[in-house]
Each structure stands twice: as C-alpha cells, then as structure tokens.
C-alpha cells in the first residue's frame, strides 16, 4: 500500500493540528496502521497505533491523553488529532501500515512495512 501524509505544520504551544494519511494501492482494511515520529538526532519512535477494523488503540505515555488516533476505511485515510501540543512533540510525523491480523495493533516499526514520506509539525512559540 502506498501512502501520503499531509497536513504539518507550525503551531503554537497548547494548539490542536490533525494530520492525515491517505492509502492507495491496496485494501487498506487488512492492515494495521500506526503513527511514528523523529526528532532531529533521535529514533523514530512509536506514537500511536489502530487495529484494521479500529476497535483497539495504543497510545505512547508521552501522547496519552493529548493525541487521538482514527482511521476511516471507507475513505481510506488515517487521522491523528493533536491537542494540547508541546514543543517536544516537535518532529517528523510519519504514517505506517503493516499487515496484520484483525484486532492487533503493531506497535515497532519493523512490524510494518509501507511507509509515507512524513510531515513535518513544529511545535514553537
């Protein structure tokens, strides 16, 4: 599955910004799908994960609470919505899926296999 993510930008502290990721190519229910992000001189790091059918969720400590992560397979398109954003969360923001089974949510990047090209939220006063 190929996949474009859009929708970074540069905010404020304590702004909200939604980030999406449209999939093309195949039928993006089969797969798992996730939310990773870097941070100039840092790993990639797991942000957010959904299972196929988007009955279970995952969150990292650092984003729980503050971050909501949604899919519609109808449209093919993964959400993430970001509150309450902060100058850490600054970093590329990059959208993944992995095939997987239904109901698993995959959260290491080596569990997926397509990746979008990232965009870039910058969190600034």
Same mark, same amino acid.
């Given at each position: !599955?190929?996949?474009? @993510?859009?929708?970074?930008?540069? !905010?404020?502290?304590?702004?909200?910004? *939604? !980030?999406?990721?449209?999939? =093309?190519?195949?039928?993006?229910? $089969? %797969? /798992?799908? /996730? +939310?990773? *992000?870097?941070?100039?001189?840092k &790993?990639? &790091?797991?942000?957010s994960? #959904?299972?196929?059918?988007?009955?279970?969720? @995952?969150?990292? $400590?650092?984003v729980?609470g503050?971050?909501? #992560? =949604? *899919? $519609?397979?109808?449209?093919?398109?993964?959400f993430?919505?970001? *509150?309450?954003?902060?100058? &850490? $969360?600054t970093?590329?923001? %990059?959208?993944?899926a /992995?095939?997987?089974?239904?109901?698993? #949510?995959l959260?290491?990047?080596?569990? %997926?296999? =397509? +990746?979008?090209?990232?965009?870039?939220?910058? !969190?600034?006063?």
């Amino acid at each position: !599955v190929q996949l474009q @993510a859009s929708g970074g930008g540069w !905010v404020q502290p304590g702004d909200s910004l *939604r !980030v999406s990721c449209v999939g =093309s190519g195949r039928t993006f229910s $089969d %797969y /798992g799908m /996730g +939310w990773f *992000r870097q941070a100039p001189g840092k &790993e990639r &790091e797991f942000v957010s994960g #959904i299972s196929r059918a988007a009955t279970r969720t @995952a969150y990292a $400590d650092s984003v729980k609470g503050r971050f909501t #992560i =949604s *899919r $519609d397979n109808a449209k093919n398109t993964l959400f993430l919505q970001m *509150r309450n954003l902060k100058p &850490e $969360d600054t970093a590329v923001y %990059y959208c993944a899926a /992995g095939v997987t089974v239904t109901g698993a #949510i995959l959260t290491a990047t080596r569990q %997926y296999g =397509s +990746w979008g090209q990232g965009t870039q939220v910058t !969190v600034s006063s």
